[in-house]
């Protein structure tokens, strides 16, 4: 029984032994340039449990697996260069479309891409719903409610609010105003809901999220959005709702409609980050509408050859996290 006993407790103070190296060294011994017989010594618990992970995924190596979700992000890249591509329209004439809330500065365009029309089908809002939260994900932040305004994409906020707190501001036709602080619960929709959550979870961090399909500059949205956060602060002030209500600071939308710098610019000085697949110049549109019309394919959308590496000349756009996080 002595010899056991031994046997166990030296088998133990290798075991640790080993952890304490591992950990020390903080290297990454399962690469293939390490010795086997290394690799098998000295891989970290972490890694064991990822390659068991990896196996019951039904992958045979970690290359196999890595391959797949690449695939699978330049899956979700095609799927809204696809989606912005089904919804894109030009004028039949010389003239261009005029748009923008600033009528000081409105910009033209020959293309229309109009997803908020599109969206309201409900295959289609699912196809958008989808993309958004792959982008969502790509960022890695734990949102815990979606902010909207009823000028934006209201199918989309609809399709977040099964997984998310839905927050609306009323339109200023709808709102109650009693002179109470408590009028704010009924002038943003889904603020009381909030409220309660965050009485109920005191020590959770509840973070907001904006979401649309699609900005310009972003002056209507971002000017919705400030005084949303104003509004959190004053009542947080005056001890109505619970500090750990954060205030929004990031947007995600599908798409930036110009090639201007105006909304990252309108964004930073509100203190707040605008995700995105792509900012769309004249040049991509008409790509767009090349591949709608079945004369291109979505490998030359130049964004995509960008994405998979191949620095595409053309391609001016703000790939969502990777230049914005």
């Given at each position: 029984m002595d010899i056991l006993?031994?046997?166990?407790?030296?088998?133990?103070?290798?075991?640790?032994?080993?952890?304490i190296i591992v950990n020390m060294i903080e290297k990454d011994f399962s690469q293939k340039k390490y010795h086997p017989i290394l690799r098998l010594l000295l891989s970290s618990k972490e890694q064991v449990v990822a390659k068991k992970f990896i196996r019951e995924l039904g992958f045979h190596t970690e290359e196999e697996f890595i391959k797949k979700v690449k695939g699978d992000k330049l899956h979700n890249y095609k799927g809204a260069i696809k989606f912005i591509s089904e919804c894109i329209e030009k004028t039949k004439s010389d003239t261009k479309y005029k748009f923008g809330n600033d009528p000081q500065k409105k910009h033209t365009s020959s293309f229309y891409v109009d997803s908020m029309s599109f969206a309201r089908k409900k295959e289609n809002c699912e196809d958008l719903y989808k993309l958004m939260k792959h982008l969502i994900?790509?960022?890695?932040?734990?949102?815990?409610?979606v902010f909207s305004i009823k000028g934006g994409n209201i199918p989309l906020a609809a399709a977040f609010s099964e997984d998310y707190l839905s927050i609306m501001p009323k339109d200023k036709n709808e709102e109650i105003d009693t002179g109470s602080p408590y009028d704010s619960f009924i002038n943003y929709e889904g603020l009381k809901h909030l409220d309660l959550r965050a009485k109920n979870n005191k020590n959770e961090e509840i973070k907001g999220v904006a979401i649309t399909c699609n900005l310009t500059t972003g002056s209507t949205f971002l000017k919705a959005i400030k005084q949303y956060n104003d509004k959190v602060k004053e009542l947080q002030n005056s001890g109505i709702i619970p500090n750990n209500i954060k205030k929004i600071e990031d947007i995600y939308i599908l798409y930036k409609v110009i090639k201007?710098?105006?909304?990252?610019?309108?964004?930073?000085?509100?203190?707040?980050t605008c995700y995105r697949y792509f900012d769309l110049d004249e040049e991509s549109k008409s790509c767009l509408l090349s591949i709608k019309e079945g004369k291109s394919d979505i490998d030359d959308f130049p964004c995509y050859r960008c994405i998979k590496g191949e620095k595409s000349k053309n391609c001016t756009a703000k790939h969502c996290y990777k230049s914005l996080k």
């Open positions: 006993n031994i046997i166990l407790a030296v088998t133990l103070f290798l075991v640790a032994l080993r952890d994900h790509q960022v890695g932040k734990d949102y815990k409610y201007s710098n105006d909304l990252d610019n309108n964004c930073k000085n509100a203190g707040l």
